[in-house]
């Protein structure tokens, strides 16, 4: 069976000073909601999408069948349970969030522990709460599916590295690791890059396992058979609930299809480059987990060397030195782990060569693991080194993590300080003025500014049945956060006009010319269903989000929507979005 020394030995875990784990996660949630709770006001990158989807769901909306989503499902049924227990608001995701960073971060205590040791396993836990807020704020403070997945990533690659540990439950490990991964999966399709990680530490964990290769072979193959097994039964509950909701060849096309050629859509040669002008951004502004990932990575390939020459100095009737019981040998292989789970998961973060701060969540776990590892191997060499470079070095630290707090938490500062003089946040405002016109607020700028967060969506349909036009709004762009802010009901279960322009979102909003990835044959009858869906409940509204951001994208510009728009007029607004309203309703 495979032999994997996940941790050091027991008497040198014992030996380790007791820590006060009740205090620290003390701090740990403190620490959260201090850098969390001042976004409660606001909404951020995809949060419109998430809440309007939830919504729907919440109507009786079959997700996909009815509603545009490109994501599994497994997001907006989170969000749809919240809402449905808590209520509607953005107070109830924030709470969440808040406790769900401290489940993460409770989550890497023992991985940290059971490879490192409790000390190691507490700073994984502190470093999770601070750099799962740092580097952009909108992206960092929205549950999103990369946060979302991020438990059951971290869960899953924790069991695949114990399944090397424990002969005698090493097949159960692997198969709920691969199970695990599966529900991640079922959020974020980058999950499944945890089978390629076990993939990939089998194979690396041959050189510390004796016995001979075909031995090895045969239970690393039975290892990931299981792993690949839980995954795919843990996936057919989820294909069971898309499928008795009659949306499977939607979840198809909108997941899957549109997802690979959204993927798919630069090529590798521009990838490498933003990652080379705004990925690299990440680690500069997060310079302690550079700093600690490259003294764990050069500490471990220094071993690594020094054991190749022990093998090759080894006679060849003479068996290499047993390296699984020692303390230096363990956290080597520990190292070891975790720098491959870092690079594959470096690998999903790039897929698609868009680098958006949120996708780092991704690797975000390995790097606080790692990071305990090299924080305690530099404590332990500032103990040895000499007085002056040490106190150069700790300077040094202090300052690029002040760099890294000041840097990322300006915002949070600024909001906190608003917060507490009783101001309002200018965050959301063009999209909360669009709210309070398409619900024909009499001043629409002095509800946006004289009312709480939520006051524009009072009395609306979310809250009593839906009535006439004046009840439904239709935004042609990727603006559904609208419908959240307005509390209007979509006219169309076209959230977004991506699968109606083919066009990606995040194209839309660059200078660089765009291409479809979808055939005119496919957007043309989706937007045939657009207009029948809006002949049905014709809204009073109609925002042109898209125009506004590329007038060659308008909405007047397809002909299948011309002639529906031949019953509206362009409504003098005071946002700078042009707004259509019914003539009918004037």
Known sequence: MLRYSASP??????????????????????????????????????????????????RGKALYRDIFFDKPPGLPLLYAGLFKIFGAHILTIRLFTICYTVLISALLFPFGSRVYDKRAGLIAAVMFSVFSTTYISGDM???????????????????????????????????????????????????????????????????????????????????????????????????????????????????WEWGLRYTAYYPASRAARIFL???????????????????????????????ARERRSTPPDQAPPERNPNKASGIFQADVALLIWFAVSLVGVAAGGRFFAHYYFQVLPSLCLIGASGLVALASWFRAGNRLVRAIVAVLLVIGFGYTLVRSHSETVRLASSWIRGGK?????????AAATVRDA??????????????????????????????????????????????????SGYLSSQPLTGVPADVWYGSEEYRLILDEKTTGAARAELVRELEQTPPKYIIDELGFRDERLSIDRYSELREFLGNYERFSARTNVPIWVLRSER
């Open 442 to 491: 009499p001043d629409p700028i002095d509800a946006v500014d004289g009312g709480g967060v939520e006051t524009i969506r009072q009395g609306g349909p979310r809250t009593r049945p839906a009535g006439g036009a004046a009840d439904y709004l239709f935004v042609w762009g990727n603006w559904p956060e609208v419908y959240y802010w307005s509390g209007l009901i979509p006219a």
């Open 277 to 307: 002008y705004y990925g690299t951004d990440y680690f500069l502004i997060n310079n302690l987990l550079l700093i600690t990932l490259v003294v764990v990575a050069g500490s471990t390939i220094s071993r690594a060397l020094q054991y």
């Open 9 to 58: 030995p027991a008497e040198t875990r014992n030996a380790t000073p007791r820590t006060p784990v009740f205090q620290i996660f003390t701090v740990v949630a403190a620490l959260s909601v201090v850098l969390r709770i001042w976004y409660a006001g606001s909404l951020y990158q995809d949060d419109g999408l998430w809440f309007t989807a939830a919504e729907e769901i919440l």
């Open 425 to 433: 946040t200018d965050i959301n405002r063009e999209a909360r003025l």
């Open 141 to 255: 403070q929205s549950l999103n599916t990369d946060l979302l997945m991020t438990p059951f990533y971290s869960a899953s690659a924790f069991l695949m590295i114990r399944s090397g540990s424990a002969p005698s439950r090493s097949a159960w490990l692997a198969l709920a690791g691969g199970a695990i991964s599966a529900v991640g999966f079922q959020i974020n399709p980058k999950a499944a890059f945890n089978l390629l990680f076990f993939a990939l530490f089998l194979i690396a964990a041959r050189c510390w396992n004796s016995g001979t290769t075909i031995k090895y072979l045969a239970s690393a193959l039975k290892l990931f058979a299981f792993a690949v097994t839980g995954f795919v039964f843990a996936s057919v509950p989820f294909l069971l609930y898309i499928s008795g909701t009659h949306s499977l060849s939607r979840y198809k096309l909108y997941v």
